[in-house]
């Protein structure tokens, strides 16, 4: 649609340090979501996929955007019958995606949080790590400090791994989660979770 690429991106994968009970609930989370979410305009699948995508910069896994694209698709309705305008479409369209963005970061963090799994990265990715701060510091405009890249970095660096994916030098998707781990982590580590939680959104760009 309009030459957009819908990629759902996930979070952090930790090989076998996963649990795979974990990804089997979520999983099942998800497909009670889908058929909920299927329900409701289902016309407005790929608009509202392209609405994330655009305030956001990526979208994350269906277990986090299922739960809230009803309301999403309710607001772009009310938007379309002009019940409301686009700066009101955007204002709840981004408080949405804050609460999203913060349970899609927090998860890397959390996994983050076990001293062998940042062990098993550093041993196995540590050239692409350095690749992925490379990049998030040529889009971001200066050398962030590593406390607050981390997660980004093995994140990105996995991704920058695969052979099948080859980013282009502008902004992509993936960019655009890397930076927001980073913004957020200053901000959880420097003002707080209530400051990092409430942070703008760093692509906000227009649907039209």
Known sequence: MDGIEFIFLPCLDTGAFELSQEEEI????????RIIRDKVYPELE?????LIQKRLGYIPRPYLTFPVEPDLRHDYHRYICGNIDLDDLYF??????KVIRNWDL???YQLLANPSVCEYFQKNYLFYMQKAYD???LHLGYKPDHAHSLAAQIWLGQILSKEHIILPATL???????LSSVRYKELLMTEGEEAANHSPLLAMQ???
């Open 26 to 33: 979520e999983n099942l989370l998800a497909e009670e979501e």
């Open 46 to 50: 790929w608009p509202t996929l392209q």
């Open 206 to 208: 227009a649907i039209i």
């Open 106 to 108: 927090h998860s890397d």
């Open 92 to 97: 709840k369209t981004d408080e949405l995606l």
């Open 172 to 178: 992509t998707p993936y960019d655009y989660r890397a």
């Open 135 to 137: 990049r998030i510091s």
